[in-house]
């Protein structure tokens, strides 16, 4: 038995797939003559090609017209006779294939990364897609496709990023397993939005487990059993038997009000990161979606979703939700959530860096765009709008000021639209202490308890070495998290709470008594929460 934290509840049983992160290290291969080279160049090149065309063909009609055209636009720059010539002349020159890809790939990096324009710099991403699947193709690393596992999978991987696990399809998949990870990381947050059990933090699991090996994950006391004896197997399906049970039993909170013995209304909403994620708040009786991780929207692809592809994603949740309030949380990118195609520059601290509401105040195109397409969508239902990483009033007051650009240029245009309330998370140390003041520029607040926890504790959230630490139990959140919520009260705005520690059983009582309004959890966790609230 292997043990890790259980961060997704539920019980999985399936045959593992091991996802190793493929590695495109070539200092090991021997340069032969220049002839060799060039045909394994020349191979790669090939069957880079066919197998992009195959894949336009099959994203047209799965993904849209605009996909494929990037992925065409793949083919049409490998084909740039420059190119390749470049690469055999490094071959000449005594390097080997790779070094060849990788040098030339890197020059057209770098020339269109200093560009000016932003679709010119975007270039610069197809160009690293390009070189990475070439490097892959040579090397003969080619990665495990996620989207495609058989059913009754067990996922085991060192982390998910983010883009990797939006590729899960959840009929598809038993369990997740990490050797990294905690309760609040991404992966752990996605694998419980889609109600697949998880065990994160497993040292080793990725060597400790063979693929195809038939293995239990246990997502509540995060131990996973491989090559399960009879007993175990058992006992297992008794467990689910159980757990199944107790879901049931849940169910009769499906239809009730939040309401506690003594009488007061809270409200029980569901977080989501894509528009299909709404029929999973709906169907565990959510009241309305706390949190929209839009940078959802902007992963996975290989440029930035368009006005009108944001416009149809909100509009659709909006009107899915038909009238419950749906609040959207704009951009949140950097820290974990990369968007290679952003270009973000590298940084020593990214999660103290130019992240978030950062990011979007000074990338105001980008930002005019999401926020023009909310308060577009707006129109079909009761939608908000929430600043993620707030640390100064100034940042709203940007915020405000750049919304009201938009207003002007979609009247301007005669462009139907709701202006939306504007709210603030509350999930750095520095909004926590000014929320008296922050009461004053937001319509309301959303504590965001999983960045919260790990900027007033100092430790990160990912990092099983400092999880004691990682505890939104601990007396100085707690403090924050009061204080947070009286100032609001004192202002007359309503709080809520989207980090995952809204769905701690611990917490819940604290929180109701100190007067949050609005509790937003995973999908999975909402019955729970509301018995919980319900039973005080
Ligand atoms: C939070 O920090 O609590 C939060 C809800 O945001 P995210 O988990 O997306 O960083
Ligand atoms: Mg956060």
Same mark, same amino acid.
């Given at each position: ?8 509840q539920g ?181 419980r939005?889609?109600g ?24 509540f ?19 689910q038997r159980d757990f199944l049970a107790e879901k049931e039993s849940l169910k009769r909170y499906f239809a009730r009000k939040t ?9 029980v909403?569901g ?9 999973n708040v709906l169907q565990n009786g959510g009241e ?88 577009? &969508? *707006?129109?079909? /239902? +009761?939608? @908000? ?5 707030? $640390?100064?009033?100034?940042? !709203?007051?940007? #915020? ?57 504790? &100092? *430790?990160?959230? /990912? +990092?099983? @070495? ?5 505890? $939104?139990?601990?007396?100085? !959140?707690?403090? #924050? ?22 769905a701690?059983l611990?917490?819940v ?10 509790f937003?959890v995973s999908p999975g966790s909402i019955l729970q929460t509301r018995k919980a609230i319900c039973e005080l």
């Amino acid at each position: 038995m292997l043990k890790g934290i259980g961060a997704s509840q539920g019980w999985g049983i399936g045959k593992a797939v091991i996802i190793k992160d493929a590695g495109l290290d070539y200092s090991k291969v021997v340069f032969t003559n220049a002839q060799d080279q060039k045909k394994r160049l020349g191979d790669a090149v090939s069957a880079y090609k066919a197998e992009t065309q195959s894949l336009a063909e099959s994203l047209k009609s799965s993904a849209g017209e605009k996909e494929a055209e990037i992925l065409q636009g793949h083919i049409v720059m490998l084909s740039d006779p420059f190119m390749i010539s470049q690469m055999e002349e490094n071959i000449e020159g005594g390097f080997v294939a790779e070094k060849a890809v990788d040098t030339v790939c890197s020059m057209f990096i770098d020339v269109f990364s200093s560009a000016d324009d932003e679709l010119t710099r975007q270039r610069a991403s197809d160009v690293k897609d390009i070189r990475d699947s070439l490097l892959k193709k040579l090397l003969g690393r080619e990665s495990t496709d996620i989207s495609s596992v058989p059913p009754n999978t067990v996922l085991i991987a060192e982390d998910f990023t983010p883009s990797m696990t939006g590729k899960i399809k959840k009929e598809n998949v038993a369990a997740i397993i990490t050797e990294t990870g905690g309760v609040t990381s991404h992966s752990a947050i996605l694998a419980r939005a889609m109600g697949i059990p998880a065990v994160l933090s497993v040292s080793g699991a990725t060597k400790a487990v063979l693929p195809g090996q038939t293995v239990i994950a246990d997502g509540f006391k995060g131990k996973i059993i491989v090559n399960p004896s009879p007993e175990e197997l058992n006992d297992f399906a008794k467990k689910q038997r159980d757990f199944l049970a107790e879901k049931e039993s849940l169910k009769r909170y499906f239809a009730r009000k939040t309401i506690t013995r003594a009488g007061v209304q809270k409200y029980v909403y569901g977080n989501i990161g894509k528009p299909e994620d709404v029929q999973n708040v709906l169907q565990n009786g959510g009241e309305g979606i706390g949190l929209f991780r839009t940078e959802f929207l902007f992963m996975d692809r290989v440029s930035l979703p368009s006005e009108e592809e944001q416009f149809e994603a909100y509009s659709t949740v909006a009107k899915a939700m038909n009238g419950k309030e749906v609040i959207i949380r704009t951009l949140d990118v950097g820290g974990d959530k990369d968007i290679p195609y952003l270009n973000i520059e590298k940084e020593e601290n990214p999660f103290l860096g130019h992240r978030a509401i950062r990011y979007c105040l000074d990338n105001p195109e980008m930002f005019k765009k999401q926020l023009k397409a909310i308060m577009r &969508a *707006a129109v079909y /239902g +009761n939608i @908000k709008i929430m600043l993620p990483l707030v $640390t100064c009033i100034d940042e !709203v007051r940007a #915020a405000k000021e750049i919304i009201s650009q938009c207003e002007a240029e979609l009247s301007e245009k005669g462009t139907a639209y709701k202006s939306c309330e504007l709210g603030v998370m509350i999930e750095t140390p520095a909004a926590a202490l000014i929320s008296d003041l922050l009461a004053r520029e937001a319509s309301f607040f959303s504590i965001g308890t999983n960045d919260l926890t790990g900027y007033i504790m &100092a *430790a990160d959230r /990912g +990092n099983a @070495k400092v999880e004691g630490l990682y505890d $939104t139990f601990r007396e100085p !959140v707690l403090r #924050a998290i009061e204080m947070t919520i009286k100032n609001a009260k004192a202002a007359g705005i309503t709080v809520g709470m989207c980090g995952e520690a809204a769905a701690d059983l611990r917490l819940v009582p604290k929180l109701v008594e100190w007067g949050l309004d609005e509790f937003s959890v995973s999908p999975g966790s909402i019955l729970q929460t509301r018995k919980a609230i319900c039973e005080l």
